[in-house]
Structures are given as structure tokens and as C-alpha cells.
């Protein structure tokens, strides 16, 4: 059997719970501060992007690598077997798309 508490225990037990809730209390009362709530939905914003434009990064170094690659050879010299026919390409539509401008506006 539990031996009785005497009053001056019961007193600084209350004491302690009350100090306890109060830290409680006021941890609370900083978590829910819309200063706090608002930095911190803005920190992990600025996470979510930096997260985003890092995997976009990772993801167009290795496109323009990968591009490179095909018209670049180990030794930096250009493929021309490559480089010829895109730059063809590429003036064909630049070609087609001001043929096509020039009939809209005249």
C-alpha cells in the first residue's frame, strides 16, 4: 500500500505541475504565433523550390551534356557529320516561320 502524502509533497507537486504547464503554455503560445506559423510555411516553401531547382538543374546539365555529346567529340572538335544538317535544320524553320510571318501581315 502507497504511503500517504503529506500536505507539503501534494503542495510542491502542484508547484511543479503548474511550472510544468506553464513552459507548456507558453511553447504553445510560440508555436501557434502567426509570426512563427508564417516562417515556418515560408521555410519550407524556400525548401519545396530549392529541392525543385536543384532536380531542374541536375535534369538541364544533362540535357546540354547529353547535347554536347552528340555534337561536340572528345577532343572539342565539332562533328560536322552532326552540327551540318541541324544548322541546315534549324534555317529551314527559321526560314519557314518569316515566310509565314510575312503572309500574316501582308
Do not use: C, W, Y
Not at 503542495?11 to 503554455?25: G, K, N, S, W
Not at 577532343?75 to 500574316?104: I, M, S
Amino acid at each position: 500500500m502507497p504511503e500517504a502524502r503529506t500536505p507539503a509533497q501534494i503542495e510542491a507537486d502542484i508547484v511543479r505541475r503548474r511550472e510544468q504547464l506553464a513552459v507548456t503554455l507558453d511553447e504553445i503560445g510560440v508555436r501557434m504565433h502567426p509570426k512563427t506559423i508564417i516562417g515556418d510555411a515560408k521555410a519550407k516553401v524556400a525548401s519545396t523550390v530549392d529541392r525543385t531547382a536543384g532536380r531542374a538543374f541536375v535534369t538541364v546539365n544533362r540535357v546540354v551534356t547529353d547535347v554536347k555529346g552528340r555534337f561536340v567529340s572528345e577532343d572539342g572538335a565539332p562533328r560536322l557529320e552532326r552540327v551540318v544538317p541541324a544548322a541546315l535544320l534549324v534555317v529551314g524553320v527559321v526560314g519557314l516561320l518569316a515566310v509565314t510571318a510575312r503572309k500574316r501581315k501582308g
